[in-house]
């Protein structure tokens, strides 16, 4: 009885210490600690400001994952990245990106631990004027997060 005992509280502490560290990668911990998360809205902001043009925005999921979608002018490039973060590690996902309504990118990725998150970056031709860009992430349960912004 005494070793059950042993073994279950070291599963409960061992579970204690994982909880914040899940919490907290939840929302991407990437983010910039003085800029709230504008989750479920399709609010651009300028991540950067002083005029580099990069932004980002929350997008939309129909489950209870998050997204996001950061884009930034790099050597005559848009540097883009999508990330999905659904706080279960191993899902596959179907990735798409389009610039001004063509198909940039169509891939697919993996939720990975600790966050149980992927996210999906890539260089895309920046052309001349604005150009919008969309992602989309799909899986094969129905779940489909949805992210676009102009730049």
Same mark, same amino acid.
């Given at each position: 009885?005494n070793?059950?005992?042993?073994?279950?509280?070291?599963?409960?502490?061992?579970?204690? @210490?994982?909880?914040?560290t899940?919490?907290?990668?939840?929302?991407?911990?990437?983010?910039?600690?003085?800029v709230?998360?504008?989750?479920?809205?399709?609010?651009?902001?300028?991540?950067?400001?002083? +005029?580099? +043009?990069? *932004?980002?925005?929350?997008?939309?999921?129909?489950? !209870?994952?998050?997204? *996001?979608?950061?884009?930034?002018?790099d050597? +005559?490039?848009?540097?883009t990245?999508f990330?999905?973060?659904?706080?279960? @590690?191993?899902?596959?996902?179907?990735?798409?990106?389009?610039?001004? +309504?063509?198909?940039?990118?169509?891939?697919?990725?993996? @939720?990975?631990a600790?966050?149980?998150?992927?996210?999906?970056?890539?260089?895309?031709?920046n052309?001349?004027g604005?150009?919008?860009?969309?992602?989309?992430?799909?899986? !094969?349960?129905?779940?489909?997060c949805?992210? !676009?912004?102009?730049?």
């Open positions: 009885m070793r059950t005992r042993t073994i279950t509280l070291s599963l409960v502490i061992a579970l204690a @210490t994982l909880a914040p899940a919490a907290l990668a939840k929302h991407g911990a990437d983010d910039n600690p003085n709230p998360d504008d989750k479920g809205s399709q609010r651009v902001e300028d991540t950067k400001g002083g +005029g580099s +043009g990069a *932004k980002r925005v929350s997008g939309n999921c129909t489950g !209870s994952s998050t997204s *996001k979608l950061k884009v930034k002018p050597d +005559g490039r848009l540097e990245e990330e999905v973060d659904q706080n279960r @590690t191993g899902v596959r996902w179907n990735v798409t990106i389009r610039r001004n +309504g063509k198909l940039a990118v169509s891939t697919s990725a993996r @939720t990975r600790p966050s149980g998150s992927f996210s999906v970056e890539r260089r895309l031709t052309g001349s604005s150009d919008r860009i969309t992602a989309r992430a799909t899986t !094969s349960s129905g779940e489909v949805r992210a !676009s912004l102009t730049i």
